[in-house]
């Protein structure tokens, strides 16, 4: 493992624990679904702030879809995690600076 800058939707720069498939691995209490699901929202934050919540919906849909069809093991971490009722992933959804999203919406889009 090593710290190493990664981009997230091609351009959200972080600093993150990596290892070979770009697992953003938990720290400060927080586990790789919701570091994940973050540096989504703030990525595509940065790249699209002025958008329409609909557009905005449909950047998250397809990012996460994509992610996951890829077999990004952080993306798989996610989809666990909501599946499973992660309390941390709900409030994310609702509480993020990009768009706010139900569970059922984002259930309805990973299953």
């Known amino acids: 493992m090593s ?20 697992v953003i691995i938990g720290s400060g209490g927080k586990d790789t679904a919701t570091q994940y699901l973050a540096a989504v929202f703030e990525g595509l934050n940065e790249q699209f702030p002025e958008s329409t919540e609909e557009f905005k ?15 990004k093991p952080a993306a798989l971490s996610l989809k666990d995690a909501l599946l499973n009722g992660s309390q941390e992933v709900v409030a994310m959804l609702s509480d993020n600076p990009f768009v706010r999203i139900s569970v059922a919406m984002l259930r309805g889009w990973i299953q």
Do not use: P, W
């Open 3 to 22: 710290d190493r800058s990664i981009k997230v939707s091609g351009s959200f720069n972080g600093v993150a624990n990596t290892g070979n498939d770009n």
């Open 57 to 71: 919906r449909e950047c998250v849909k397809q990012k996460l879809q994509n992610d996951i069809k890829a077999g």
